[in-house]
């Protein structure tokens, strides 16, 4: 069974760029969730999606943005990119449905630098 | 209060030893307490997992003890490898939701 899967594993992009970022779930998984890591805030949680719905949202500013998709494929977006947006996006599938916390699975992340 | 406050930071421990890490939470509504390993490159794995109705529960080397009184947990990594160097990261969430609210991480160095 294939795992998360997230494009592009490397981007660099420029300042007051946008970039989408891509996660195809394992099959079958209908929650999507991002987080964001660094060195100096860990991990964080940025949005959580199911059946195209979004369930959660972290403390981001509204530049982070997300969607998915009826196949249960998820994008993020963060528009007007900031030095600061330099992380490790992780992309996270769960079976978890309704009302229970399941376990995630998540991907190799895509590594964003911003110059 | 949303925080999981995770120590040591770094943790170096001999082969054949135990690896303990703590973690401590403040908002007694998280109901699902996880621990994530983490190796170079790599997004975390789920390790093992406990609810507050349980006071331990061991999946092999790996226990998990959760104290629900004094809002602590911690992981105890019993006859430690050195294929156990990564990174742990204890997590919290509440019920029903999968949003988790991760500790800020532990690198443990397992020495031959």
């Known amino acids: 069974k294939a795992g998360v899967t997230q494009t592009p594993r490397y981007l660099i992009k420029t300042r007051g760029q946008q970039v989408t970022l891509s996660c195809s779930p394992i099959?079958?998984?209908?929650?999507v969730s991002w987080y964001q890591q660094t060195p100096g805030q860990g991990l964080q949680f940025l949005f959580e999606?199911?059946?195209?719905?979004?369930?959660n949202k972290g403390n981001f500013p509204g530049r982070f943005s997300g969607r998915q998709f009826s196949n249960s494929r998820s994008e993020m977006n963060v528009s007007t990119l900031e030095l600061g947006d330099s992380a490790l996006y992780l992309c996270?599938?769960?079976?978890?449905?309704?009302?229970?916390?399941?376990?995630?699975?998540f991907g190799e992340g895509s590594r964003l630098t911003v110059l | 209060q949303q925080q999981v406050k995770q120590s040591p930071q770094s943790l170096i421990v001999q082969k054949g030893g135990i690896s303990i890490i703590n973690c401590a939470y403040e908002?007694?509504?998280?109901?699902?307490f996880p621990w994530y390993q983490q190796f170079p490159g790599k997004g975390p794995a789920l390790l093992i997992a406990i609810r507050p109705d349980v006071s331990e529960k061991k999946e092999g080397r790996f226990t998990i003890s959760f104290n629900k009184s004094a809002k602590q947990f911690s992981l105890h990594i019993m006859d430690s490898q050195p294929g156990d160097s990564a990174t742990y990261f204890c997590a919290a969430a509440f019920q029903g939701a999968q949003k988790l609210v991760f500790g800020q991480g532990t690198r443990l160095t397992i020495n031959p």
């Open positions: 999606y199911f059946s195209e719905t979004q369930r």
């Open positions: 099959s079958g998984h209908r929650s």
């Open positions: 908002n007694t509504a998280f109901d699902y």
């Open positions: 996270a599938s769960s079976l978890a449905g309704k009302g229970n916390t399941g376990e995630l699975f």
